[in-house]
């Protein structure tokens, strides 16, 4: 069975560019989540998708962050437009279940010049 | 609000047993977990206790947690130069939603 994948698995760009990363979780997983870690900090909850629907967005940062997942399948997260605090590594995770184990993917590592 | 707290750094001679110690604020979490973080990967779920367990082995593994004291620890036995990485407490918080709540990490620095 695939693990939940991202892509790309880094990105760096200027301020003020856009940057779009992608989350495939595990298929048959309802619930999906992303995650970041910025400057070597927590490992920080951004959003939870249930589904197509987003669930909990209380942790995205500001309205520069767009989160979508069309389908219910894989998911989106847009930056636009980037600035430097946004560096840090992004994860993503899925579960089958709410209350399951949520299982990561690799990340993506996300450099804002 | 929900914490997970760990020391930042530790550092084990080759062969020795390496003890990370995490402390968590959400009782109600059903599990706690661990993860590994290698140099450049992602996060791999190292192991994981359910709450009314008070101890779990896997191999060289060793979770302990006190309920009580909302306390959680991971040994390492025979720690290897491999084992070199950044630990993670975690715990699923129920906060109106589901989310991980993580640790800052504690950075296993194995000596040869």
């Known amino acids: 069975e695939a693990g939940v994948t991202q892509f790309p698995s880094h990105s760096v760009i200027e301020k003020g560019q856009t940057v779009t990363l992608r989350c495939d979780p595990i298929?048959?997983?309802?619930?999906l989540y992303w995650y970041r870690r910025v400057m070597g900090k927590e490992i920080k909850f951004l959003l939870h998708f249930v589904k197509e629907s987003k669930q909990d967005e209380s942790g995205m940062p500001n309205n520069r962050f767009l989160a979508e997942r069309t389908g219910g399948t894989y998911s989106t997260l847009k930056v636009q437009p980037a600035e430097l605090e946004d560096s840090g590594v992004y994860f993503c995770a899925s579960s089958q279940v709410i209350t399951d184990t949520q299982y990561f993917g690799p990340g993506t590592r996300l450099t804002v010049l | 609000g929900e914490d997970v707290e760990q020391s930042l750094f530790l550092s084990v001679r080759e062969g020795d047993s390496s003890v990370i110690n995490c402390t968590y604020t959400d009782s109600s979490s059903t599990y706690l977990y661990w993860y590994k973080q290698e140099p450049g990967a992602g996060l791999q779920l190292l192991t994981y206790i359910f709450s009314n367990m008070d101890m779990k082995q896997d191999q060289r593994l060793t979770v302990l947690l006190n309920k009580k004291d909302k306390h959680l620890s991971l040994r390492i036995a025979d720690t290897q130069t491999g084992d070199s990485a950044i630990y993670f407490c975690a715990e699923i918080a129920n906060t109106g939603g589901f989310k991980t709540i993580f640790g800052a990490g504690t950075r296993l620095f194995v000596k040869a």
């Open positions: 298929s048959g997983h309802d619930n």
